[in-house]
């Protein structure tokens, strides 16, 4: 429904514009599609304004006087409180919507590596965790035969995807949150990441290392900034 331009309630079907000669049940203003301002007289109104007509609704309900008497009171639905309050729901609604599809796209992990068949044993470093020398201890036997790697940061993670890109390319992948750097595993690439002090922010996680994901070959992967570790059992 589409507002009445003198009382403002909503019983028209059709936009002011298109409601030719449609007379307003709640103020009796014949809608007029001719007239180009709120104080052009209105010859389907009898050379009423708007401007006094809506003058006159304030005051006695009707366009004018001798129309009082075929007016009635505006419905719920008309006076527009319903569809006021039908929009601002969904508007929130919208909102809502879209902060939540935010939120679970930046919940999206990591993409693991594909070819992932073969099991793996896993180890975790929970809090108990004081540093990272067990962690050092894993990557070191795994980066002394390691051929490749593959590093995944998040995107706010510039700072590690500078360092990681020192020794290796960027790899194209869909993952829109982060960047994915592939490498050869250099004598400086394992020097640069056992010499990487254990991170200091382990509010979420009690970080062994900047990175959030490591992967050496298909045999060792260190996940969640080195929480979780899974690697070849043999
Ligand atoms: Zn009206």
Known sequence: MYQCLCCGCYTLPVPPEDAIAYICPVCFWENDVFIKSDNEP?????????????????????????????????????????????????????????????????????????????????????????????????LAEYLKTAKAFEIHCWNEEAEWIEVAMQYGTLKESDWQYGKIITGPVTKEFAKMLLNIPKPTDTELENKMTPFFNVFLDESFSSSHYGTEIYYDGN
């Open 42 to 138: 209105s010859d389907e109104n009898h050379g009423l304004t708007l401007q006094q007509a809506r003058k006159n609704y304030a005051e006695y309900g009707a366009c004018c006087l001798e129309m009082k008497q075929h007016t009635r009171r505006p419905t719920e639905d008309e006076t527009g409180e319903c569809t006021m309050l039908h929009n601002e729901i969904e508007k929130t609604l919208v909102e809502a919507g879209s902060v939540v599809t935010d939120l679970l796209a930046s919940l999206k992990p990591a993409p693991y590596k594909p070819d992932e068949e073969t099991p793996k044993e896993m180890i975790t470093f929970d809090r108990t965790e004081t540093d990272n020398s067990k962690w050092k201890t894993l």
